[in-house]
């Protein structure tokens, strides 16, 4: 069948598209119907299947005679590190540490945060929990003590599972000094940690509460799979939103079975066997869509890669990567083949590799900007393929479907709606536009099986988030058009959301930060272009009056004190102090003028401009950080 075809097959009846989807996941009790509307516009899926998200993603498949096929591949090479876990060694591990949190009290429904680097045992753990039925919330490394403090008291876990550090090129992360000072800023306190010891630093451990990864785990009985109802969450995973609180997005376990087995072959273009990379991270939805759930849950085999585009050791690690392991579909950023292209600008490093195994390079997380699209197409003479989703999709919404047909591509859009996606543009009253218009994009509810049934203990945000501009719709947060032909254009987030190197940040949190500088009134924070990483923040700062200290000193305590509140991963490098802020007259801060201005664009005068002057003003101070030239 066309792309068409199985689109409209969809869209004619939904229900059925996905009860027979669901075909394709090992239920204990399968579902009797699809979709739950009785809650409208809060929907659920599979609500009366029973169902385990690790039995799918492994024992299956040891059942089904292929557990000597390796599932993940670990590549590090940060530290000379490779080895390899067929699914029978996976089902092994993952079972023995279910046993072993279990055996401390973890059962289904209680929280576990996981905070780890690239290593498989950061999977492992993921697929633990899900094992017990226990809901695993997984925290990116380059967060700082803090948002790990804040996510802990969100979704108060009854386990913390974390590494002794982590590697970036040049820097250990202190993972358990960080924990630790989480742990001192929560108010909730888990009943215990456990902490993986790596070679590289080794933690200390507090008596009664860390417990060592391996010696936790000694003489424990392994722990079987629990079955879940279809709407059970399987996961909460924290995004950034308009304010510095975190979004927790849930994933209910039938929905995340059947939507990302789907989109493996489908999307993909994979079979079962079939070697499978997503270069991002495990802290983001990327990886646990793509490095853990996907791939394992169709019979894929996954790489866990700890390492850099570039200088790990150079910008052939993609390739040699790809080569050696046989990868026949890729997944990564933007940003990183920008890296890529940066430091080899016409593919030489390509070439001592046979690459001959890889069909295609996906691409995703941020736009796909058109030259590195033509570069990539050049250097690897094979299909570049742009596709569109967010941590709260869990998948795309957008794809060349290539399992089912390629599509012609068009340079610049991700192309077209999956199915379980109506996605419609609309005007700011709610009215779909016409073919080419740039409007608020939006998608028609009910979501598809696999997409955020609600947020983590915030009702009433996620309706506010996402259900009530457009009743009866799901506000994306982006801003687009679509063509004559259906294909999707992303042009801007119609919020205060930057994405920084791939990474989804909040203006709103850093400008929180800011305002607890004691010299800082007032602040604004934009994403500026940047050439490699898409965007980058940076901030500009009114000083409190009879402050009169140099001023570089105040812009870097605001540099380190963004770093130590937020992250590393903020990026936050940029500050300027200037007198005022451009407003209206309501007093709401021209964010979006002041971009233009960074990125020396041509823009409209608001008519509700207060002072036109201060434009000036901005202009002069970003020139001298090097911007609005
Ligand atoms: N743990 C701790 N710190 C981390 C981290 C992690 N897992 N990941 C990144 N950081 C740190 C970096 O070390 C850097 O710190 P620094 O300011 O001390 O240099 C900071 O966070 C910013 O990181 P990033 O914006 O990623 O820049 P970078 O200079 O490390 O690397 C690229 C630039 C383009 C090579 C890199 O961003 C990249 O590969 N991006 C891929 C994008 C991606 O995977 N996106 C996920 C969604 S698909
Ligand atoms: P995240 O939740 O971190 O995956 O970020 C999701 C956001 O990243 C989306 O809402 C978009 O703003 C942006 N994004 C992701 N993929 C694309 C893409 N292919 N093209 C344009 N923007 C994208």
Redesign the pocket.
């Known amino acids: 069948m066309s792309y068409a075809e199985i689109y409209e097959s969809w869209k004619k009846d939904p229900e059925a598209f996905w009860m027979d989807a669901a075909k394709a996941i090992d239920w204990v009790r399968p579902p009797s119907k699809a979709l739950n509307s009785d809650n409208a516009p809060i929907y659920s899926w599979y609500d009366d299947g029973l169902v385990n998200t690790c039995h799918n993603a492994v024992d299956r498949h040891v059942e089904a005679g292929r557990g000597a096929q390796t599932a993940i591949i670990y590549d590090s090479p940060i530290t000379q590190t490779k080895h390899k876990i067929s699914y029978a060694e996976l089902r092994k591990r993952v079972a023995t540490l279910a046993g072993a949190l279990r055996a401390k009290g973890v059962e289904k429904g209680d929280r576990v945060i996981i905070y780890m680097p690239m290593v498989p045992e950061a999977l492992e753990a993921m697929l633990a929990c899900t094992r017990l039925g226990a809901v695993h919330s997984v925290v990116f490394g380059g967060f700082a003590a803090n948002e790990l403090a804040v996510r802990i008291d969100d979704c108060k876990p009854k386990a913390i599972i974390a590494a002794s550090c982590g590697l970036e090129p040049g820097r250990v992360v202190h993972y358990k000094p960080l924990l630790d000072g989480a742990l001192d800023l929560a108010e909730h306190q888990p009943d215990f940690c456990v902490i993986f010891q790596r070679e590289q630093e080794v933690a200390r451990l507090e008596d009664g509460r860390d417990f060592d990864w391996h010696g936790f785990q000694y003489g424990v009985e392994p722990a079987e799979c629990v079955p879940v109802e279809g709407n059970h969450p399987a996961y909460i995973l924290y995004?950034s939103g308009t304010t510095g609180a975190p979004k927790g997005v849930i994933r209910a376990t039938g929905g995340h079975l059947v939507a990302l087995n789907w989109t493996m072959k489908n999307i993909y273009n994979v079979e079962p066997g079939d070697v499978f990379w997503a270069a991002s991270d495990v802290g983001?939805?990327?990886g646990h869509s793509y490095i853990c759930y996907g791939p394992l849950i169709h019979g894929n085999t996954t790489i866990v890669f700890e390492g850099k585009p570039v200088g790990t050791p150079d910008p052939g690690t993609f390739w040699r990567v790809i080569s050696e392991h046989g990868v026949k579909s890729f997944f990564t950023a933007p940003t990183a083949i920008r890296a890529v292209k940066r430091e080899d600008p016409n593919g030489a490093f390509t070439k001592p590799y046979d690459l001959s195994c890889l069909n295609t390079l996906y691409?995703?997380?941020?736009?796909?900007d058109p030259d590195t699209i033509h570069w990539a197409q050049k250097i690897l003479d094979l299909p570049v393929i742009?596709?569109?989703?967010?941590?709260?999709t869990g998948y795309a919404i957008a794809a060349n479907p290539l399992g089912i047909e390629h599509l012609p591509v068009k340079i610049g859009s991700?192309s077209v709606a999956m199915p379980g996606y109506d996605v419609q543009i609309l005007d700011e009253a709610g009215h779909p536009m016409k073919p080419g218009e740039l409007g608020a994009i939006a998608i028609k509810l009910p979501l598809p099986p696999g997409t955020l049934p609600n947020l983590w203990n915030a009702e009433e945000r996620f309706r506010k988030s996402y259900l009530t501009t457009f009743p009866g719709y799901y506000e994306?947060?982006?801003a687009g058009m679509i063509d004559e032909d259906g294909y999707l254009y992303?042009m801007a987030?119609t919020d205060d959301?930057i994405?920084v190197a791939?990474?989804?940040l909040s203006t709103g949190a850093m400008e929180e930060v800011l305002a607890e500088h004691p010299d800082v009134a007032e602040c604004a924070v934009i994403g500026v272009t940047d050439q490699l990483k898409g965007q980058m923040p940076v901030g500009f700062l009114c000083l409190t009056k009879g402050v009169n200290r140099p001023e570089a000193e105040i812009t870097t305590e605001c540099v380190k004190l963004v770093r130590e509140k937020i992250g590393p991963v903020a990026a936050f490098k940029l500050a300027v102090v200037v007198d005022r802020l451009p407003k209206t007259r309501s007093g709401k801060i021209l964010r979006a003028t002041m971009v233009k201005i960074a990125d020396s664009e041509d823009f409209k005068m608001p008519a509700t401009i207060d002072d036109p002057a201060i434009l000036d003003e901005i202009k002069a101070a970003l020139q001298t950080i090097g911007y609005a030239r």
């Open positions: 995004t983001w939805v990327v691409l995703a997380g941020e736009r796909a742009d596709h569109w989703w967010q941590t709260e991700p994306t947060g982006d992303i987030r959301v994405n791939g990474h989804r």
